[in-house]
């Protein structure tokens, strides 16, 4: 069974390290999560939000998006669920491109 704390421990560690301020100027993603513009849209317009990529620098903010779109998606399912859809978007768990970051995740479990 998923255990989202657990989850978002993996995809924090994967995709920053934990650094809640890291940044990565080539793909515009921000905070723990590594969260960009695309998926935050996608979030503050089926949620009702506005939170912006700065706001992703809480640890807090970051995991509460990483959910919600994880739920908007239905990709709670299980870790390689998650994690392939966190990487890939929607149709993420069916892209090759997303396997290695899979592994990467997986490695950690």
Sequence with gaps: MLNLSVLLALLSTVESNNNRYAVNQSEGAYGILQIRQCVLDDVNSYYGKS???????????????????????????????????????????????????????????
């Design 51 to 109: 939170f912006t990529l700065e706001d992703c620098f809480s640890p807090t903010v970051s995991r509460w998006v990483c959910l919600r779109y994880l739920e908007r998606w239905d990709a709670l399912g299980s870790y390689e669920e998650a994690a392939r859809t966190w990487n890939g978007g929607p149709r993420g768990p069916t892209k090759k491109s997303t396997e290695k970051y899979w592994k990467k995740v997986k490695s950690l479990l």
